[in-house]
């Protein structure tokens, strides 16, 4: 299988399109074959690290709007920003401590 079609085929798997006889398949072959497992881990991997950037990415542009906006209404919502933000990053904290 070449490599664009291997990860198109992970990418359908993760992204829940394949068929019910084609996800047996893969998932029988993520059993039996290591290569093919480590290929999926890694693509798996990525693919996780991708949206948590994006997510981040998201909630940068976000506070940037909030932060960056001279009214007085929302002063309540920076407030309520960094509680969340502090909440956050006990949570990012505990997770990758995991």
Known sequence: ???Q???QYIADYLNDRL???ERAAFEQKLETD???RSEFDLHRDLQK???RNAEMNQMKRLI???LHQPNQRH???KKLLMVFLVILLFTLGYILYL
């Open 49 to 51: 690290q991708m949206s």
């Open 64 to 66: 940037d709007n909030i």
């Open 19 to 21: 068929s019910g006889k």
């Open 1 to 3: 299988m070449a490599s």
């Open 34 to 36: 290591s290569d093919f």
């Open 75 to 77: 002063s309540k919502q």
């Open 5 to 7: 079609e291997l990860y």
